[in-house]
Nanobody, 122 residues
Framework: QVQLVESGGGLVQPGGSLRLSCAAS????????MNWYRQTPGKQRELVAS???????NYADSVKGRFTISKDNAKNTVYLQMNDLRPEDTAVYLC????????????????WGQGTLVTVSS
């Protein structure tokens, strides 16, 4: 069974940086898309950044130039480097993997991480 485990959230001052990680456990063969979303109370879940298996990258306009998504295929891990953080970046960040195949030939349409809280405050 494949699961996603996130780490890296916390409290940071405005202008600071944090790096989030999301790793897939299990015998993963391939992952088509890796996404980072964020969720705040009363707002729709927002797609922050995505990276595909062939390294196509997209960012939400609100984070362009400040956040960087990257991945380590050997570790089945995606990262989100967040710089110049602002109070409006405060949210629960969730990773989402789509179209996952395992070595045993099983597939998952999508999986979600448990979420990690990022708080930007002085």
């Amino acid at each position: 069974q494949v699961q996603l485990v996130e780490s890296g959230g916390g409290l940071v001052q405005p202008g600071g940086s944090l790096r989030l990680s999301c790793a897939a456990s299990g015998n993963v063969f391939s992952i088509e898309v890796m996404n980072w979303y964020r969720q705040t109370p009363g707002k729709q879940r927002e797609l922050v950044a995505s990276i595909t298996r062939d390294d196509r990258i997209n960012y939400a306009d609100s984070v362009k130039g400040r956040f960087t998504i990257s991945k380590d295929n050997a570790k089945n891990t995606v990262y989100l480097q967040m710089n110049d953080l602002r109070p409006e970046d405060t949210a629960v960040y969730l990773c989402n993997f789509q179209d996952i195949w395992t070595m045993e030939g099983y597939s998952y349409r999508e999986l979600w991480g448990q979420g990690t809280l990022v708080t930007v405050s002085s």
